[in-house]
T-cell receptor, first 112, second 113 residues
Framework: NAGVTQTPKFQVLKTGQSMTLQCAQD?????MSWYRQDPGMGLRLIHY???????DQGEVPNGYNVSRSTTEDFPLRLLSAAPSQTSVYFC???????????FGPGTRLTVL | GQSLEQPSEVTAVEGAIVQINCTYQ??????LSWYQQHDGGAPTFLSY????GLEETGRFSSFLSRSDSYGYLLLQELQMKDSASYFC??????????????FGTGTQLKVEL
């Protein structure tokens, strides 16, 4: 099993550009989530999904959209990138909470 | 909402025992998790406590006291590879139907020779 995969690993955007961060898991997990991590801070939940077709907002959802058309994929879209979105983004999946969440390797995003 | 407090940094010597504390405030507590993250890496799950008491997994143990809104992670026989950040996280049943985890800001553990 590949576990949780994320692409790209690194990305540099200009202010105002849009892009999609990809996340996929091959463990048949129902629960998937996106976090951002800024220096010296913990992980903050952006959006999560408890199954295909179901998404909900986390702690810091503004400026981000998600969709969950399949169990495997949970892409995160930045609508109009801003410097404040410079961060490391982690995708995670779990069979269900409170079970173990498996994290992807992260995407390091810089917005200029 | 929820809030968690952890020390920002702890230093210990190889072979020693270290305790990383976590206090939380939440309106509908439903469990405390611990994650480890090495520099540049992804978080990895260590433990989960839903009930009071101590859970042991090898060199790592996790403790929870729901009445005190407090938990800790205990690392024994410290090794250099234990140098990492450790995050506690709470699951709150009153927010998002229990489908949200709120993480603390993390404790950076430095293990010295």
């Amino acid at each position: 099993n590949a576990g949780v995969t994320q692409t790209p690993k690194f990305q540099v955007l200009k202010t105002g550009q849009s892009m999609t961060l990809q996340c996929a898991q091959d463990m048949n997990h129902e629960y998937m989530s996106w976090y951002r991590q800024d220096p010296g801070m913990g992980l903050r939940l952006i959006h999560y999904s408890v199954g295909a077709g179901i998404t909900d907002q986390g702690e810091v959802p503004n400026g981000y959209n998600v969709s969950r058309s399949t169990t495997e994929d949970f892409p995160l879209r930045l609508l109009s990138a801003a410097p404040s979105q410079t961060s490391v983004y982690f995708c995670a999946s779990a069979y269900t909470l409170p079970g173990e969440q498996f994290f992807g390797p992260g995407t390091r995003l810089t917005v200029l | 909402g929820q809030s968690l407090e952890q020390p920002s940094e702890v230093t210990a010597v190889e072979g020693a025992i270290v305790q990383i504390n976590c206090t939380y405030q939440t309106s509908g507590f439903y469990g405390l998790s611990w994650y480890q993250q090495h520099d540049g890496g992804a978080p990895t799950f260590l433990s989960y406590n839903a009930l009071d008491g101590l859970e042991e997994t090898g060199r790592f143990s996790s403790f929870l006291s729901r009445s005190d809104s407090y938990g800790y992670l205990l690392l024994q026989e410290l090794q250099m590879k234990d140098s990492a950040s450790y995050f506690c996280a709470v699951r709150d049943m009153l927010t998002g139907g229990g489908n949200k985890l709120t993480f603390g800001t993390g404790t950076q553990l430095k293990v010295e020779l």
